[in-house]
């Protein structure tokens, strides 16, 4: 069993930056691969990123390439989303997800967090 936590969420302006963290508890956390989706108001979730179990393979949507970095802290049992050069498009719930496959689909995860609100203003 994995629960999973998100934090770091905010109200910032574009072309700022914003760190989400997203802590694990669970003694199999670093067997899972990890991933990030967000849901803008209207719209389906969508993927962000993801990263193996181990952190040597990581993957972006189109829309974040370049902007955003996944990474992970085994030892902290943390996922981190780093978000630099936002735009008013990237306001969103932000969620971390556990699952056997560092995917793009969402419906492969088998854990979901809460879910953290990141809103750029233009």
């Known amino acids: 069993q994995v629960q999973l936590g998100e934090s770091g969420g905010g109200l910032v302006q574009a072309g700022d930056s914003l760190r989400l963290s997203c802590a694990a508890s669970g003694r199999t956390f670093r067997n899972y691969n990890m991933g990030w989706f967000r849901q803008a108001p209207g719209k389906e979730r969508e993927f962000v990123a993801a990263i193996t179990w181990g952190g040597r393979s990581t993957y972006y949507a189109e829309a974040v390439k370049g902007r955003f970095t996944i990474a992970r802290d085994v030892a902290r049992n943390t996922v981190y989303l780093q978000m630099n050069s936002l735009k008013p498009e990237d306001t969103a719930v932000y969620y971390c997800?556990?699952?056997?496959?560092?995917?793009?689909?969402?419906?492969?995860?088998?854990?979901w967090g809460q879910g953290t609100q990141v809103t750029v203003s233009s």
């Open positions: 997800a556990a699952g056997k496959w560092a995917t793009n689909r969402g419906e492969q995860y088998e854990y």
